[in-house]
């Protein structure tokens, strides 16, 4: 390969021919401060925050989207760069809304560390944000008044979810990012999975606050509040808290949640145990009776929702399965109810989720078991660590505590529905026990783990063989369906996460500072599911004692009538 | 809506499959089909837009990017009345500004804007070349030049007359 020698800040490296000046400043742990710039996402020079000035050149030059060429000498922090790079930042701030102390991303904002690094002590111009106001949908609420115009999110929404709602519109002092005719998310295609949050660099994007619904079930003595939490918090939620990446905080996050009042802290794990009783119960019948083929996973909502705006044709493929959260609500208003002799309509179920696409689900019309909505509140896993700050609670020092019965006993093949792939390991755990008629032993299929976009995997168990796909990303799941509908590809079972490396990365999720380390954190949070999934003594879903009992008690047996009322729903054409 | 209007606006729309279909598949075709459907349609309305997205198979949000930024691209009707008011630099000094506002003012819309029985359109131009006159109008193909408020007061009631339109309704 050919190498180039080039000097940066008087120091010697040489890089492969292509490289930018920016990676190759890398190489010397030279971190040139970038703004606009996302490795092979969004690589548009647009910001300029990274200019650097390369001898014999006039001007200073962006080092994001700048090769290195022979001989050549960069200075990235002399004089002039850091004169240009306070400037730029200036004007960028002079048309930024500056609420720094009130504003969501405060301490996780990428222009503030930018600001604070380059020395901004000083704004001169006036505060003035030209654009338009701040609009919220159930999901996701944009406040144009603080966007830095990166073009980032467009990237994420068009390039990695195929979506493309937002843009860049109007022109000069006016240019926005923008839906057509400033639409609110709401009345587009948009799937409400917010990995435009998670990719912004500032507080122009973020979820819409549900938490004060919460704090009011809270403190109405009338209402029987329960919470049950995702797979993906507990693995996340320390991150807030300063903990390491990856780390279990599962005890702690259940001492929390008891102490901020919820009358039953319930898991999410339990009705994700419940979820691969039907979905594998409905696999096995569409592959034994000649049912409609692949069956796809329909736990992700803004992959349905996806599918529901863009593969229509394939509405019948989705399995009829609600997903754990909604499963969860129904059984919470039903069979709870019945157990704990509980009005339903007095039970408020609040769900702790690392996506922002559930708050849409939630309220979706299906979404309902005998009359009662069955999810009465959505927040994130940041809404959830912002009630506990609030609340005053030091969360590194909490004892551990335990989730409450009938609805809180889990399997590891639960939890490890929050990465890519889980959902597919876990259904074929119990898929494998019924065909065989064994407990089996084997159980890791390292097959279908990993964090790569599409992988494909063919298994057999019992003399059948199992074709099997994982997508993650809904941009992947449309170029898989693409070669589906072509006739160049087929399974018997596809599972789809909308967001890159599944819930552990959903757009509810800790915001990563260092936009860097997506990648190493998706991995890290990942391990701690497996890691959990490895210490559980039940690691299968039909194991799960009180999902047994679930049954006796209450539903008879997966697939039975009684389910169907509660556990299935249908889809709609958008 | 009577049908006659459905068949003339779905002629067009068979028109515009045309067009798509003629450049799909060849790249940076994005701009020259949105400028050959406001050639047909006269402007570029929501509609239109969504067609051409999907034809073309790009986001409509690039579509109304692209359409909002390229003055050339109209999102609304023209007025059967095209008022331009230049603002271009010796325009604008010697009050092209007041003269815009006042007649917004009388017509009850904003610039870029149609009013809402079709008769007028607004909008700001840039220079166009009559900076001898400035400050400069035009109406349609008709050129006023060395406006005061005063004149375009004038002016403009004089085409409120000849529509018709009481000047005090809304429009
Ligand atoms: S986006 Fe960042 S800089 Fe702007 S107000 Fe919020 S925290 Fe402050
Ligand atoms: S939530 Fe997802 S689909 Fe909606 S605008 Fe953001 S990235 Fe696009
Ligand atoms: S909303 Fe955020 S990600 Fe999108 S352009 Fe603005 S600052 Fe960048
Ligand atoms: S980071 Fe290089 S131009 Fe924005």
Redesign the interface.
């Known amino acids: 390969m050919d190498m180039i020698n080039l000097k940066i800040d008087g120091l010697d490296v040489s890089v492969s021919k292509g490289t930018t000046i920016l990676e190759a400043a890398k190489e010397l742990k030279i971190d040139i401060p970038t703004l606009c710039y996302i490795k092979k996402l969004n690589e548009v020079g647009s910001c300029r925050v990274c200019v650097v000035e390369i001898e014999g050149k006039r001007g200073l030059q962006p080092a994001c989207v700048t090769n290195v060429s022979e001989g050549m000498v960069v200075s990235t922090a002399n004089k002039t760069v850091r004169e240009t790079r306070k400037n730029i930042l200036e004007l960028i701030l002079a048309n930024h809304n500056r609420e720094c102390l009130s504003c969501p991303r405060n301490l996780k904002c990428e222009l503030q560390k930018l600001c604070n690094e380059a020395g901004v002590d000083n704004v001169y111009y006036e505060k003035k944000a030209l654009r338009s106001p701040v609009s919220a949908s159930l999901s996701i609420v944009r406040d144009p008044g603080k966007c830095v115009l990166c073009g980032r999110c467009?990237s994420v929404c068009?390039n990695v979810q195929n979506?493309?709602?937002?843009?860049?519109?109007?022109?000069g002092p006016q240019t926005a990012v923008?839906?057509?005719?400033e639409q609110n998310l709401s009345e587009?295609s948009c799937i409400n999975c917010g990995q435009c949050i998670e990719i912004c660099p500032v507080g122009a994007l973020q979820e819409k606050d549900d938490t004060d619904k919460v704090w009011s079930a809270i403190d109405n003595p009338g209402l029987h509040v329960v919470v049950q939490v995702a797979p993906a918090v507990r693995v996340a939620l320390g991150e807030e808290f300063g903990m390491p990446v990856g780390s279990n905080v599962e005890g702690k996050m259940v001492s929390a949640l008891k102490r901020l009042g919820f009358d039953k802290v319930f898991d999410t794990d339990f009705s994700a145990d419940l979820t691969i009783m039907e979905e594998g119960t409905e696999l096995l019948d569409r592959i034994n009776n000649g049912g409609k083929l692949p069956l796809i996973t329909s736990c992700s909502p803004g992959w349905i929702k996806f599918c529901e705006h863009n593969y229509q044709d394939f509405l019948d493929n989705l399995s009829s399965c609600k997903s754990p959260q909604q499963m969860f609500g129904a059984v919470a208003k039903s069979y709870y109810a019945k157990r704990a002799d509980i009005d339903p309509a007095k039970i408020f179920v609040v769900s702790v989720m690392p996506c922002t696409a559930k708050k849409f689900e939630a309220v979706r019309d299906e979404m309902q078991v005998n009359g009662y909505r069955e999810v009465d509140a959505v927040i994130t896993t940041r809404e959830l660590a912002k009630m506990i700050k609030l609340s005053g609670m030091d969360f590194t020092k909490l004892p551990d505590g335990t989730f409450d019965g009938i609805l809180g006993e889990s399997t590891g093949a639960a939890v490890i529905f929050g990465a890519t792939g889980g959902v597919m390991e876990a259904a074929l755990r119990t898929v494998a026990d019924i065909l065989t008629g064994k407990d089996l032993q084997d159980i890791d299929y390292k097959e279908v783990r990993g964090l790569e976009g599409t992988r494909e995997a063919t298994v057999e168990i019992n003399g059948m063989e199992i074709k099997l796909a994982i997508v993650n990303g809904t941009g992947n799941a449309a170029k898989l369906l693409d070669k589906i509908r072509a006739g160049e590809a087929n399974y018997h079972f596809i599972e789809v996460m909308a967001c890159r490396g599944g819930c552990i990365n959903g757009g509810g999720q800790p915001i990563i500072l260092d936009k860097s380390k997506t990648e190493e954190v998706r991995q890290r949070r990942a391990e701690g599911l497996y890691g959990i999934d490895r210490s559980k003594e039940i690691r299968k879903s039909h194991q799960n004692p009180e999902i047994k009992e679930l049954y006796a008690d209450f539903f008879e047996k997966p697939g039975s009538h009684k389910v169907h009322e509660h556990l299935h729903t249908h889809y709609v054409k958008r | 809506m009577g049908t006659s209007v459905c068949n003339c606006k779905s002629e067009k729309f068979k028109q515009l499959e045309l067009i798509i279909a003629e450049h799909k598949d060849q790249p940076g075709s994005l701009i020259p089909v949105m400028h050959e459907a406001q050639e047909l349609f006269g402007y570029l309305p929501?509609e239109v837009?969504t067609v051409i997205a999907e034809g073309l198979d790009?986001?409509?949000?690039?579509?109304?990017?692209v359409a909002?930024?390229y003055s050339k691209f109209t999102l609304q009707a023209k007025g059967q009345y095209q008022i331009n008011v230049c603002l271009g630099t010796a325009c604008y000094v010697k009050g092209a500004q007041l003269i815009i506002e006042k007649v917004a003012d009388m017509l009850k819309i904003k610039v870029g804007e149609t009013s809402q029985d079709g008769l007028f359109s607004l909008d700001a131009t840039r220079c166009i070349g009559a900076c001898g006159l400035a400050p400069v109008m035009t109406v349609n193909e008709k050129v006023y030049g060395q406006l005061t408020v005063d004149k375009v007061e004038k002016i403009m009631k004089e085409y409120l007359d000849t529509v018709g339109r009481d000047k005090n309704a809304n429009a």
């Open positions: 467009i068009a979506v493309g709602v937002i843009d860049f519109a109007y022109r923008t839906t057509p005719y587009n | 929501l837009q790009v986001p409509l949000a690039d579509v109304y990017g909002t930024f």
